[in-house]
């Protein structure tokens, strides 16, 4: 099933009234899977129970939170891994930057490379 897309307009960023205009292609989400449809879909393909899937998703959101908080990156194998990055404010010499200089944090995922393999197999179907 191809990933479709639509197309949207955009200015060029920082140039007031959004300077030259241009048409770009943009995914359409179709839909979501969640974690009671993910969890359906493990249990038919597997002898493990519904309930015993829930617990071990719920269990590994729990062990990959308390690790990030560690600081350590969390290798999830053929899936991929995540880790913390941070944005700080720039300060003049190394010695005046610490914690309060430090304005955000965000979870980065990497897929591995055998998720990152379906990207160049991909077919797309403009939506109008």
């Given at each position: 099933m191809p990933i479709k897309f639509k197309v949207i307009e955009r200015g060029q960023p920082g140039v007031p009234g959004g300077g030259e205009k241009k048409y770009y292609a943009s995914a359409n989400v179709n839909g979501e899977l969640t974690l009671a449809g993910f969890t359906k879909a493990i249990e038919k393909i597997s002898t493990v129970s519904g309930a015993d899937i829930r617990a071990v998703l719920y269990a590994m959101v729990d062990v990959m939170k308390d690790s990030l908080a560690e600081g350590k990156a969390v290798r999830l194998g053929d899936i991929g891994s995540l880790r913390i990055n941070i944005s700080s404010n720039?300060?003049?010499?190394?010695?005046?930057?610490?914690?309060?200089?430090?304005?955000?944090?965000?979870?980065?995922?990497?897929?591995?490379?055998?998720?990152?393999?379906?990207?160049?197999?991909?077919?797309?179907?403009?939506?109008?």
């Open positions: 720039g300060m003049p010499t190394a010695e005046e930057v610490n914690a309060s200089c430090i304005k955000s944090s965000k979870v980065i995922f990497t897929p591995s490379k055998d998720l990152k393999s379906i990207l160049s197999t991909l077919e797309y179907k403009k939506i109008d």
